[in-house]
């Protein structure tokens, strides 16, 4: 098997996670490659500012991408997300038909791959799986959700004093 560097791609989606952290959005980014390697979509998270809760990076961009196609299938279509992706986004995933999912950091609390669940052992009876691949720039993807996180931990401690 040969192995594809996804690195360029996931600085795509950190960028639109940086774009959805600066908007107060949990900062997570995604992009979608047709079967090509060609840019279909680029998203980041907006569940917030849309009134959404399905405006996740994942489901952003799969909107776009299947507008792009006109087509609801993304057959032999790459996913890259800088965290895994939780389980509403799994099933659009796989209802989608990509082909697999390229992922920078796990997410322990509702990471529905490798996490807390694992797909496809725990989704066998799925009509459809593809192939998933972790890790690519985890350190930068990871950084970017506990940097949020702990200035938003941070701006709430300074909410509650008074004297801060």
């Known amino acids: 098997m040969i192995r594809i560097d996804w690195s360029e791609w996931m600085q795509i989606a950190l960028d639109q996670a940086r774009k959805a952290g600066a908007l107060g959005e949990v900062p997570v980014g995604a992009v979608i490659l047709d079967a090509n390697h060609r840019l279909l979509a680029h998203a980041h ?3 917030i500012t849309r009134h959404d ?3 996740h990076a994942e489901i ?3 909107r776009q991408a299947c507008r792009t196609v006109d087509n609801y299938r993304l057959t032999g279509a790459v996913t890259i997300c800088t965290i895994e992706p ?4 799994v099933g659009a995933l796989v209802q989608a038909r990509v082909a697999g999912i390229v992922f920078g950091a796990r997410d322990p609390k509702a990471g529905a791959l490798v996490s807390r669940m694992q797909f496809p052992q725990d989704y066998a009876w799925l009509n459809h799986t593809f192939w998933i691949e972790e890790g690519t720039c985890r350190q930068e993807c990871a950084f970017l959700l506990r940097d949020f996180f702990a200035r938003r931990r941070k701006e709430k401690a300074q909410r509650k004093d008074p004297h801060a």
């Open 45 to 47: 998270n907006a569940p």
């Open 86 to 89: 939780c389980i509403m986004c």
């Open 53 to 55: 809760p399905t405006a």
């Open 60 to 62: 952003e961009a799969l």
